[in-house]
C-alpha cells in the first residue's frame, strides 16, 4: 500500500505542475492497480451527472494482455445500464464473477462485455459523503473468476485512498478559494489591519 500512497503523492504533484494530464494520471493508476490484482485490465471511469441520467466516461486503463494503455473512448449511461449503475452505487463495490450469468450486467454483454471478452468484473466506487466521481474496473478475461476477499479489501484499499485525497485536495480548494474571496471583498479586515 506503500507504494499506491507514494504514486498517489507524485501524480498529485505532476496534476499540480501541468506535467500530467488526468488521463495520464488515470493510465499510472490503473497500470500499478492490473499489477496488483493481476487480473487482465484494469481502467478508470468517471461517473458524471444527476442520478437516473447519469453516465460513465472511460478515462483510461491498462491491458496487462497485451502490457498497453486503453485509451479507447466509451460511455455507458445509465438510462441503458439502470441494473448496474444501481448496484455499484449502492454498495460502492459490484463483484461479479461470470458476467455472461450476471443478471445486472445483461444489458451491456452485446455491446462490451463479450467483444472484450470479459467474463468477470470487479469494479468500486471512488468518492465521499455520498457522492461517487469515479470508478475503478478490474476485468478478467477469458474466463470468470472468484474473486477473493483479499483481493475485494486490496481494490477497496486503493480507492479509499484515492478518495481520501480527492476529498482534502477539494476541501483545501474551497477553502483556498474562500479565503481569497474574503481578501477580494475586504470582508474579515479588522481596523487594526487598516491603520498604518
Known sequence: MKAFMELLAHLGVQLDAGTITLQGAALSMSEFVQGQMACSRVSVWLLEGQAGRRQMRRLAGYDGVTR??????????????????DAL?????????????????????ESYLLPRDIRASLDATIGANGATWAVFCCAQ?????EWTPQELRLLRRF????SVRRARRRRREAEALTLMQRLMT???????????
Open 159 to 162: 480507492t479509499d485512498a484515492i
Open 141 to 145: 478475461q477469458g474466463g470468470t473468476r
Open 186 to 196: 475586504g470582508e474579515g479586515l479588522t481596523a487594526d489591519n487598516n491603520t498604518p
Open 68 to 85: 498497453t494503455p486503453i485509451t479507447e473512448p466509451v460511455v455507458m449511461h445509465e438510462a441503458e445500464f439502470a441494473a448496474y449503475f
Open 89 to 109: 452505487t449502492k454498495k460502492g463495490l459490484y463483484v461479479c464473477p461470470d458476467t455472461l450469468a450476471d443478471p445486472h450486467l445483461a444489458a451491456m454483454r
